[in-house]
């Protein structure tokens, strides 16, 4: 597949025509969406019985910078008579995309309104689709209330982030949230960026490491495959895609493909991709003997360099030694500042790892050009990016 065909079937798979929305510019407003599991009551509440106010069951949960879209009525103003003489009416209507958030009736927003922060009532929902996702037209009606009178029932708060409205992402996330996703894009983007500049030939579009004591450099299929099935390179500021590293794998003898597609099955890479825990994995044997032989190995001459194949199996030199892999099925530490990589992997392996220490245990990280990044650093990457997935992709999208 040609690198346009790539980006084109990436952007495919996470665009959702929502054009309809976009014909004219949104409405942003801070949003109160009710939250039912917090709420100590059915939200049918009227004016009487007191919808606010702190005696009120109900909780809200907030939502800042929200889209409302074709967004009319601010400027329907009329009067009703009421005992009081006259009452100055403002409804109108909105849209709310897929995927974003469910509306209630008896929901509210507020919206900046002749110079003043108004709130504004839900009172009528009704569900349509588009693209076979419900989206939903909402009618509302100003509401005789202060901002401040719903402080004391916010029960979470949230932010939207626009640009992810018709993709896979999620559109609103907590406050919480927002600041973990940032440090774990910032996180990726450093450890990718370093990997694509000590580990990519971009003129033959693979990894490659050098071995500085036989003078040369090899090409790891393994590591290929799991750092371009998983897209590890891919940066998570989605606008750059086109600055992105999409390898390809190198042809390889049919014996050598062979031997590579079962040693990528017993690896530690596949592992990890299949999301095998600790208890679940037999101590296996994987290692790296960097070592040309003819049998099992390729040369790929390029500008009077010469590439050879990494060879998995038995050897002198093991990256993920017995140590470590014996570690990994007990759950045991190293607790050594220079063994950080392996305790997250170990971790990881063994359910511990989530959205609330991950950043911590990769502050400090030291990281050099050297073998040990060549083979560790993609499943950090990997690690990074599934908890980051867990905070961002929308469930069943």
């Given amino acids: 597949m040609f690198f346009s065909e790539m980006i084109n079937d990436r952007q495919d798979k996470i665009s959702i025509d929502y054009s309809r929305f976009f014909e004219n510019k949104p409405t942003f407003v ?33 939502v800042e910078n ?15 008579d009421t005992d009081f003489g006259k009452d100055t009416v403002i409804e109108g209507s909105a849209a709310i995309t897929p995927r974003t958030l469910k509306p209630l009736e008896e929901d509210m927003f507020i919206i900046e309104h ?11 929902v009704v569900v349509d689709k588009i693209s076979g996702h419900q989206f939903y037209k909402i009618e509302f009606k100003i509401y005789k209330k202060k901002e401040e009178d719903i402080l004391d029932q916010i029960h979470q708060e949230f932010v939207t982030d626009y640009e992810n409205i018709g993709s896979e992402y999620k559109t609103i996330v907590s406050k919480s949230d927002r600041i973990i996703i940032n440090n774990l894009k910032n996180l990726h983007n450093i ?49 750059f895609i086109l600055e992105n590293i999409y390898l390809e794998e190198i042809d390889l003898k049919n014996l050598t493909k062979m031997f590579y597609d079962i040693a990528y099955k017993t690896s530690l890479y596949n592992y990890i991709s299949n999301g095998i825990k600790g208890a ?6 994987l290692s790296y003997f960097l070592m040309n032989n003819s049998s099992l190995t390729n040369e790929l001459g390029f ?9 998995h199996g038995a050897g002198t030199e093991e990256i993920f030694d017995s140590e470590f892999r014996t570690k990994i099925v007990d759950n045991v530490k190293y607790d050594d500042d220079e063994r950080k990589m392996e305790d997250i992997v170990i971790g990881y392996l063994n359910g511990e790892i989530n959205k609330d220490n991950l950043s911590s245990k990769l502050e400090n990280l030291e990281i ?13 990457l990997f690690i990074i990016k599934t908890v980051f997935n867990n905070l961002t992709i929308e469930k069943g999208v």
């Fill in 30 to 62: 801070t949003y109160f969406s009710q939250d039912s599991y917090s709420s100590t009551e059915e939200p049918s509440l009227d004016d009487t019985v007191g919808l606010l106010g702190k005696e009120s069951p109900i909780k809200f949960n907030k």
């Fill in 66 to 80: 929200f889209p409302l879209f074709e967004f009319e009525g601010t400027e329907n103003v009329s009067e009703d």
């Fill in 114 to 124: 002749d110079n003043d922060r108004n709130i504004f009532k839900v009172n009528n």
């Fill in 191 to 239: 450890l990718a960026d370093f990997y694509v500049k000590s580990f990519i030939d971009k003129d033959l579009n693979c990894v490659k490491i050098e071995v500085e004591e036989e003078n040369t450099y090899y090409y790891d299929p393994i590591i290929t495959r799991f750092l371009r099935d998983n897209e590890l390179l891919l940066r998570t500021d989605r606008k």
């Fill in 280 to 285: 679940n994995i037999e101590i296996f044997d």
């Fill in 303 to 311: 500008t009077g360099e010469t590439i050879l194949i990494s060879q």
């Fill in 368 to 380: 050099e050009d050297d073998e040990k990044s060549f083979f560790f650093i993609p499943i950090i």
